[in-house]
């Protein structure tokens, strides 16, 4: 008997775990390889000083396809604000913390790489919490605050309007999982100084955005790949322009987002570090920048 009743406890206790935190159980552990070569790439100051001490949020939940670097993406990011004394992150996939009275004791929504409709839940009244959770997040950024997004988090509500705008896409496709050739479409701005105005190559998955989202008309792009690149083809947009970075205003908040953090170690390359910590800088209001859209010709490079 006494056998049977610890059983049933255990049994009950990872339902309860499962169906208020689904994803927290495909979390993994960094290993401590991994964690020393994100030490080893963190930059050494942030790009400005805070005007006040900073809090962040990452949240990681998702509702579609899971990335394998979640857990090294929370750790490097994490580890980023420690560093730098930029900020500091508290992580959870725990949607409630989007209800307003939680939600308002941070600077800024770090996205890392969430899918899917977030927050949904079943039960009664689910419905209305998930009417007020979007509504939060709305007025959270259009009060000051700031909203970034790491790779899938364009592949997050992709039907939800107002995120599309916030968040600046909405993922299609991923016709590139390879070396691909990136250019710096503003050689001088704050957030792209850490390439020095040269374009790089990296490895990654990058995304192809539908096409009434990500329009240079309506934010600041920072990067896209090489247009001039043959492997574009592979592409159907139309307007043949594959942005991977960008910035904008939304209401009186700022916005920030990179398609770049498929792959775990985008998570401890240097380069894309400092810019994503320019880019959170900036959502946060220390970093000033120019958020104002500029014209992108995609016949050259």
Request: proline share 4%.
């Given at each position: 008997m006494h056998h049977y009743s610890i059983r049933l406890f255990t049994i009950v206790a990872t339902i309860l775990c499962f169906s208020n935190h689904v994803s927290f159980a495909q979390l993994r552990e960094v290993t401590e390889q991994e964690i020393a070569k994100i030490r080893e790439a963190l930059p050494d100051k942030a790009p400005t000083k805070p005007k006040q001490p900073r809090k962040v949020l990452l949240f990681s939940?998702?509702?579609?396809?899971?990335?394998?670097?979640?857990?090294?993406?929370?750790?490097?990011?994490t580890m980023l604000g420690e560093k730098t004394g930029a900020f500091t992150a508290t992580h959870t996939e725990d949607e409630s913390i989007f209800e307003p009275e939680r939600l308002k004791e941070f600077d800024l929504v770090i996205m890392v790489n969430t899918t899917g409709e977030i927050f949904k839940s079943k039960g009664e009244g689910s419905a209305e919490r998930e009417a007020r959770l979007k509504k939060s997040l709305v007025d959270f950024l259009k009060s000051g605050k700031g909203i970034a997004g790491t790779h899938s988090a364009t592949d997050t509500y992709k039907n939800w309007k107002e995120y599309n705008d916030m968040m600046g896409g909405a993922f299609v496709s991923h016709p590139w999982h390879m070396?691909?050739?990136?250019?710096?479409?503003?050689?001088?701005?704050?957030?792209?100084?850490?390439?020095?105005?040269?374009?790089?190559?990296?490895?990654?998955?990058?995304?192809?955005?539908?096409?009434?989202?990500?329009?240079?008309?309506?934010?600041?792009?920072?990067?896209?790949?090489?247009?001039?690149?043959?492997?574009?083809?592979?592409?159907?947009?139309?307007?043949?322009?594959?942005?991977?970075?960008?910035?904008?205003?939304?209401?009186?908040?700022?916005?920030?987002?990179?398609?770049?953090?498929?792959?775990?170690?985008?998570?401890?390359?240097?380069?894309?570090?400092?810019?994503?910590?320019?880019?959170?800088?900036?959502?946060?209001?220390?970093?000033?920048?120019?958020?104002?859209?500029?014209?992108?010709?995609?016949?050259?490079?």
């Open positions: 939940k998702t509702a579609g396809f899971r990335h394998s670097s979640i857990s090294v993406g929370v750790k490097s990011l070396d691909v050739p990136v250019r710096i479409l503003d050689a001088n701005h704050p957030l792209t100084k850490v390439f020095g105005g040269k374009g790089f190559t990296i490895k990654d998955e990058i995304y192809q955005f539908r096409n009434d989202t990500a329009n240079p008309k309506d934010r600041r792009m920072l990067l896209s790949l090489k247009s001039t690149w043959d492997g574009t083809k592979k592409g159907n947009r139309k307007d043949n322009f594959y942005p991977i970075s960008w910035i904008s205003k939304y209401g009186d908040g700022r916005t920030f987002y990179c398609s770049l953090g498929h792959r775990e170690e985008i998570y401890w390359n240097p380069m894309v570090l400092e810019h994503y910590l320019a880019g959170f800088q900036y959502a946060m209001g220390d970093l000033a920048a120019d958020a104002t859209p500029i014209e992108v010709d995609v016949s050259t490079d």
